[in-house]
């Protein structure tokens, strides 16, 4: 019967983990993260556009830039009057997500849940017995 | 490091498979442990949900009942955005032991990339927006 993961385990992604690694280095720094926040809240805008907001020279944000295009999480496109404008391009976190859904899954705490469910409803079961024990 | 692609546990429960297969698979187990209000319909293809105190609901799709061995569905990656395609698998199999049952769960497909469509999709995605919103602005500048 076929599996829906068979798809996944028959050809592993080999950049699956690049990809993740990627993000979680563009995340681990402050002023990209600020750079990342703002792409996302208000949308495509330059790199001058970004140093107006943020408390970081144009050089700085210049060069933030150029490794989140790398990391394929920022995407360069012709804005108006033939000024770069950076948009935000979401499918590498994506990526990153999956491996935080991986080890967010509390499947000891689910488990944990489950048997103590099957503990009750056999004591609740077992309880009406509890009196005619009590007299013995 | 490795991306995590499959999650398994095994656990050894004090009660026999049938009432595991039960708290599994019905409506009334599952939200007795699992979630806070389930729904289920249990065969291949059959549609399940469970959803949360918390306003968190999942969407599950039954694939495999094979009462009371095994039983799997598959379910939204948490944290993707609900027209992902993509879902893990989860497998739950129930053996007799003694008295008892050894449960194991197997979570997988944690690691998979959408099937090549990973860089035209999402881009197709953004710049339908962008060209909507454009075309809302023109709209607008006309009417004005």
Redesign the interface.
Known sequence: MPRPDSGAAGHPAPDTEAIAEQVFVALADPTRRAILAALATVGPVTATDLAIRLPVSRQAIAKHLALLTGAGLVAAEPGERRRVRYRLHSAPMRVAQQFLAALARDWDGQLGALKDHLDQQARESAGPRAPSQQHE | ?????R?E?T?E???PPA??WA??TTAE?LS???GQEAKIELRPGGAASMRWDNGHTAEMRV??VEEPTVF?F?WH?????ED?P????VEFTLHPDGPGTR?T?V???????P?GT??TT??GN?QGWASELGELADYLDAAA
Do not use: C, K, N
């Open positions: 490091m490795a991306f995590p692609d999650i546990r656990v429960i004090a009660h009432r595991v708290a599994l187990g007795a442990w699992f694939e495999r799997g598959t990656i948490y944290g993707l955005p992902d993509r879902r893990t698998y449960l769960v979570e997988s497909g944690f690691a998979q990339l099937e990973y860089q999402y881009d953004t």
